[in-house]
């Protein structure tokens, strides 16, 4: 099992910039793949980003793609979202998930992570 506390989150005004961090525990972090998903109030939860173990390739929705970058740090157990150009629309409780080896195709997929952390708020106003 994997720990995953993230940490980063808070009320940015819209056009502004935000960074959360996720720090893993409990198994060998490079093996891996991480990925951030958000639920905004009244909304099921969608994937945001995605990182594979040694980082060798990404993935992102559409609606960040441009916007964000995750990356990650395998020195501290730490994934990475920068988030750039925030809108309103970014507003939700935004959490890593862990998953053993996924391939590129499944790293969208919320049923494949394992383990998740609780959650970090991101409110954008307008």
């Known amino acids: 099992q994997v720990q995953l506390v993230e940490s980063g989150g808070g009320l940015v005004q819209a056009g502004g910039s935000l960074r959360l961090a996720c720090a893993a525990s409990?198994?060998?972090?490079?093996?891996?793949?991480l990925g951030w998903f958000r639920q905004a109030p009244g909304k099921e939860r969608e994937f945001a980003a995605a990182?594979?173990?040694?980082?060798?390739?990404?993935r992102y929705a559409d609606s960040v793609k441009g916007r964000f970058a995750i990356s990650r740090d395998n020195a501290k157990n730490t994934v990475y979202l920068q988030m750039n150009s925030l809108k309103p629309e970014d507003t939700a409780v935004y959490s890593c998930?862990?998953?053993?080896?996924?391939?590129?195709?499944?790293?969208?997929?919320?049923?494949?992570?394992?383990?998740w952390g609780q959650g970090t708020q991101v409110t954008v106003s307008s």
């Open positions: 998930a862990a998953a053993s080896f996924l391939g590129e195709g499944d790293m969208h997929n919320s049923v494949r992570y394992r383990d």
């Open positions: 409990g198994r060998t972090f490079t093996l891996l793949t």
């Open positions: 990182i594979s173990g040694r980082g060798g390739y990404t």
